[in-house]
């Protein structure tokens, strides 16, 4: 009697649905997770190429400009501005340096009389 | 009905197995046996080769002042394959690539869906790229994208234009230290294979084998560029005046052989090669040889003074200016009787430097002038050096020992000439010339590391006293070159006068290469300098060595102390207009 009440009772088997659905959990979870990470791979993919580019079009920028002030500040185009803009400037002339002599005797930076005596005479 | 229901699912599956038997053979068609075509075409479609260009160095002078750069720019370039219509793209960019809209769309549609890489501009300001990716952008186009690339500039211009060089189309140096420097300035180019989808965006996450470039290393000359300017400015003014067929000025460090500043004219302008002629690439300090003259002098005295044939007092009998050798008779400019050899090189006598040479002997002599450096190429690193030319004894005619010690039947490189005077200013001791101080890395690190070089001694420290102390009096009243003086310094140096050799054979009547060569301060040379000018305009019997090229030298000179900050050694004379000012400069001058 007992017997053949347990045959026909059917139970559901809790532990292999629960093995069951657990594996299509982690299978599922593992399958968004790799896409997930895929998808950020690629974004940051994106974002790294996106930066490079940035860099690279900074650097040039820079590299540019800077060429460009090397060119305004070259001698050639200095000489034609000062020419241009005639500026009057006019060498000194040898005999009007004045030369001050260094001291030889091995003292430091003590302050010193200086005397142009002499000057417009 | 059993058994239909059994045939039912029997034929289901046959026919499932079946389909998926297809497919399978399908999948083995294209993942086995068709693996590598496939996989070429996909590769062919979606992975390249991207180039990472290296940057080319840099060239700058002594003081890093830059000489040669690069400018930035990009090539346009239009993948056919991502156009869908020729014509919308042509219309968004033709303005900005200055092109006519109907060419360009042509030239889009014309290439075909399979051309991948069109070169449409080269050399488009960076700017101007901007607005084209703005203007597809806006459009909503594509199929258009741009290289990275350079152009090589030279912000002096002309300056220093022959030493320099410049570079081709494909950047490599044609001439100059662009030229001699190639593998240092040219770095090597990086790759890196990508992957991109079917819009030409790079898919980062698959990018392959990679290798960066390494940029080209940076070289700085021993050319002082304000020096440069100096020597360039004077030799402009002396081409306006003398109007000579060329021009060529060389400053060199004596001790070191460093080479300081260094003009030819005619000159051009790197920044636009293809306008320039090869006579004025022309590096003619290294490329072009001439009869050196006079300055040739300094080689037998110097010979007979070492051997210890004479002193600098010994006497020579000049012949009045009328000197028969071998039937032929050898003059002087201006008719001398008894000369010590001192006065030899002073009056720079052809005669009594004719008779040291038959004391001194062809073998000795021929040894003296290789020793010297002539007829042998210096090794400085610039394109392009000759020789010269100095034939061995064996081959000289019976008048040689008699021409070559004045300089003719030889042919010398100015470069050789300012070398020898540079031996005698450095206490006889010959230095390598240098053009080139250093490379470094784009970090600076130092990658190679030029030092002065000494050759040899061709003559001892007193014979070199001895040959400076006659070439302080070429430049005085006594002299042949008093206006190579400089207020406040001595200089010593030697005058050049050498009729031009004509291709047909002999001399040209009335037409010269007029040169001086010296040094500065004579006492303590800061400088050796070499002024030389090929056929200038000048009266006739005017065109002399001390009277055209003596105060190209001296104005130079003169500018360059001031520039170098040389402490004049002996008074300067008051100038016209100048103030109270000079009494205070002589009176402190004299406290040293």
């Given at each position: 009697?007992?017997?053949?009440?347990?045959?026909?009772?059917?139970?559901?088997?809790?532990?292999?649905?629960?093995k069951?659905?657990?594996s299509?959990?982690?299978?599922?979870?593992?399958?968004?997770?790799?896409?997930?990470l895929?998808?950020?791979?690629?974004?940051?993919?994106?974002?790294?190429?996106?930066?490079?580019?940035?860099?690279i079009?900074?650097?040039?920028?820079?590299?540019?400009?800077?060429v460009?002030?090397?060119?305004?500040?070259?001698?050639?185009?200095l000489?034609?501005k000062?020419?241009?803009?005639?500026?009057?400037?006019?060498?000194?002339a040898?005999?009007?340096?004045?030369?001050?002599?260094?001291?030889?005797?091995?003292?430091?930076?003590?302050?010193?009389?200086?005397?142009?005596?002499?000057?417009?005479? | 009905?059993?058994?239909?229901?059994?045939?039912?699912?029997?034929?289901?599956?046959f026919?499932?197995?079946?389909?998926f038997?297809?497919?399978?053979?399908?999948?083995i068609?294209?993942?086995?046996?068709?693996?590598?075509?496939?996989?070429?075409?996909?590769?062919e479609k979606?992975?390249?080769?991207?180039i990472i260009?290296?940057?080319?160095?840099?060239?700058?002078?002594?003081?890093?002042?830059p000489?040669a750069?690069?400018?930035?720019?990009?090539?346009?370039?239009?993948?056919?394959?991502h156009?869908?219509?020729?014509?919308?793209?042509?219309?968004?960019i033709?303005?900005?690539?200055?092109?006519?809209?109907?060419d360009?769309a042509?030239?889009?549609?014309?290439?075909?869906?399979?051309?991948?890489?069109?070169?449409l501009?080269?050399?488009?300001?960076?700017?101007?790229?901007?607005?084209?990716?703005?203007?597809?952008?806006?459009?909503?186009?594509?199929?258009?994208?741009?290289?990275q690339?350079?152009?090589?500039?030279?912000?002096?211009?002309?300056?220093?234009?022959?030493?320099?060089?410049?570079?081709?189309?494909?950047?490599?140096?044609?001439?100059?230290?662009?030229?001699?420097?190639?593998?240092?300035?040219?770095?090597?180019?990086?790759?890196?294979y990508?992957?991109?989808?079917?819009?030409?965006?790079?898919l980062?996450?698959?990018?392959?084998?990679?290798?960066?470039?390494?940029?080209?290393?940076?070289?700085?000359?021993?050319?002082?560029?304000?020096?440069?300017?100096?020597?360039?400015?004077?030799?402009?003014?002396?081409?306006?005046?003398?109007?000579?067929?060329?021009?060529?000025?060389?400053?060199?460090?004596?001790?070191?052989g460093?080479?300081l500043?260094?003009?030819?004219?005619?000159?051009?302008?790197?920044?636009?090669?293809?306008d320039?002629?090869?006579?004025?690439?022309?590096?003619?300090s290294?490329?072009?040889?001439?009869?050196?003259?006079?300055?040739?002098?300094?080689?037998?005295?110097?010979?007979?003074?070492?051997?210890?044939?004479?002193?600098?007092?010994t006497?020579?009998?000049?012949?009045?200016?009328?000197?028969?050798?071998a039937?032929?008779?050898?003059?002087?400019?201006?008719?001398?009787?008894?000369?010590?050899?001192?006065?030899?090189?002073?009056k720079?006598?052809?005669?009594?430097?004719?008779?040291?040479?038959?004391?001194?002997?062809e073998?000795?002599?021929?040894?003296?002038?290789?020793?010297?450096?002539?007829?042998?190429?210096?090794?400085?690193?610039?394109?392009g050096?000759?020789?010269?030319?100095?034939?061995?004894?064996?081959?000289?005619?019976?008048?040689?020992?008699?021409?070559?010690?004045?300089?003719?039947?030889?042919?010398?490189?100015?470069?050789?000439?300012?070398?020898?005077?540079?031996?005698i200013?450095?206490?006889?001791?010959?230095?390598?010339?240098?053009?080139?101080?250093?490379?470094?890395?784009q970090?600076?690190?130092?990658?190679?590391?030029?030092?002065?070089?000494?050759?040899?001694?061709?003559?001892?420290?007193?014979?070199?006293?001895?040959?400076?102390?006659?070439?302080?009096?070429?430049?005085s009243?006594?002299?042949?070159?008093?206006?190579?003086?400089?207020?406040?310094?001595?200089?010593?140096?030697?005058?050049?006068?050498?009729?031009k050799?004509?291709?047909?054979?002999?001399?040209m009547?009335?037409?010269?290469?007029?040169?001086?060569?010296?040094?500065?301060?004579?006492?303590?040379?800061k400088?050796?300098?070499l002024?030389?000018?090929?056929?200038?305009?000048?009266?006739?019997?005017a065109?002399?060595?001390?009277v055209?090229?003596?105060?190209?030298?001296?104005?130079?000179?003169?500018?360059?102390?001031?520039?170098?900050?040389?402490?004049?050694?002996?008074?300067?004379?008051?100038?016209?207009?100048?103030?109270?000012?000079?009494?205070v400069?002589?009176?402190?001058?004299?406290?040293?």
């Amino acid at each position: 009697m007992n017997r053949s009440r347990r045959n026909i009772t059917h139970s559901i088997k809790v532990a292999s649905i629960f093995k069951v659905v657990v594996s299509t959990a982690i299978l599922a979870i593992a399958g968004l997770t790799y896409v997930y990470l895929k998808n950020q791979l690629q974004q940051y993919g994106e974002i790294q190429r996106r930066l490079e580019h940035e860099l690279i079009e900074i650097r040039t920028a820079s590299e540019a400009v800077r060429v460009q002030i090397t060119q305004l500040s070259s001698r050639a185009v200095l000489e034609k501005k000062l020419a241009k803009n005639s500026l009057g400037l006019v060498p000194i002339a040898s005999d009007q340096i004045v030369r001050l002599n260094q001291r030889h005797d091995g003292i430091g930076d003590e302050l010193r009389v200086v005397s142009n005596r002499g000057f417009n005479q | 009905m059993r058994w239909n229901e059994q045939a039912r699912a029997v034929t289901v599956c046959f026919g499932l197995v079946g389909l998926f038997s297809v497919f399978s053979v399908r999948l083995i068609d294209l993942q086995i046996l068709q693996h590598e075509k496939f996989t070429a075409l996909a590769a062919e479609k979606h992975n390249h080769k991207q180039i990472i260009y290296a940057r080319r160095g840099i060239i700058r002078d002594a003081h890093n002042e830059p000489l040669a750069e690069n400018i930035p720019v990009k090539t346009v370039v239009a993948d056919a394959s991502h156009i869908r219509d020729p014509g919308a793209v042509a219309a968004a960019i033709a303005d900005k690539l200055e092109m006519d809209p109907r060419d360009l769309a042509d030239k889009l549609s014309q290439s075909g869906k399979g051309s991948k890489h069109i070169v449409l501009r080269t050399e488009i300001p960076e700017e101007t790229a901007q607005k084209i990716r703005e203007s597809l952008w806006t459009a909503n186009l594509r199929g258009i994208y741009f290289d990275q690339d350079f152009v090589r500039v030279y912000p002096n211009g002309q300056m220093l234009s022959q030493v320099i060089g410049f570079v081709d189309h494909e950047h490599k140096g044609t001439m100059g230290v662009e030229r001699t420097m190639q593998d240092f300035l040219q770095g090597a180019d990086g790759f890196r294979y990508i992957e991109t989808d079917r819009t030409g965006k790079e898919l980062v996450p698959y990018r392959g084998q990679e290798s960066p470039a390494k940029d080209g290393c940076d070289v700085k000359l021993t050319v002082d560029l304000g020096l440069q300017n100096i020597v360039e400015f004077e030799l402009d003014a002396a081409c306006a005046e003398f109007k000579p067929k060329n021009a060529t000025a060389i400053m060199m460090r004596p001790q070191t052989g460093e080479i300081l500043a260094m003009a030819s004219r005619p000159s051009f302008d790197p920044n636009k090669p293809g306008d320039a002629s090869p006579d004025q690439e022309k590096n003619r300090s290294v490329v072009d040889m001439v009869e050196p003259g006079s300055t040739f002098k300094i080689v037998t005295t110097s010979a007979v003074l070492e051997e210890k044939l004479v002193t600098p007092d010994t006497t020579i009998f000049c012949e009045n200016g009328h000197f028969q050798y071998a039937g032929r008779v050898l003059r002087d400019a201006h008719p001398m009787g008894v000369l010590t050899v001192h006065q030899v090189l002073m009056k720079s006598s052809n005669i009594g430097v004719a008779k040291l040479a038959l004391q001194l002997g062809e073998a000795k002599l021929y040894e003296y002038v290789r020793r010297f450096g002539f007829g042998q190429k210096t090794g400085v690193t610039l394109s392009g050096e000759i020789s010269g030319l100095v034939n061995p004894p064996y081959r000289w005619s019976k008048l040689d020992i008699t021409r070559i010690p004045m300089g003719q039947s030889v042919a010398v490189t100015p470069l050789q000439l300012v070398t020898a005077m540079s031996c005698i200013a450095n206490g006889g001791k010959l230095m390598k010339p240098m053009i080139v101080s250093d490379i470094t890395d784009q970090n600076g690190r130092p990658v190679a590391n030029f030092t002065p070089e000494t050759v040899r001694q061709v003559v001892s420290a007193e014979t070199a006293r001895k040959i400076t102390s006659a070439l302080k009096d070429v430049v005085s009243k006594q002299g042949t070159a008093q206006k190579a003086e400089v207020p406040g310094f001595r200089v010593a140096g030697k005058t050049g006068t050498a009729q031009k050799v004509d291709p047909r054979g002999g001399y040209m009547s009335g037409r010269y290469v007029t040169s001086f060569v010296g040094f500065m301060p004579a006492e303590d040379p800061k400088f050796t300098l070499l002024v030389l000018l090929d056929d200038p305009t000048m009266k006739e019997g005017a065109a002399f060595g001390g009277v055209v090229a003596g105060p190209v030298f001296a104005r130079i000179a003169e500018k360059a102390a001031r520039y170098l900050d040389l402490r004049p050694t002996e008074e300067i004379p008051p100038q016209p207009g100048a103030n109270g000012l000079k009494k205070v400069a002589l009176s402190t001058r004299n406290r040293d």
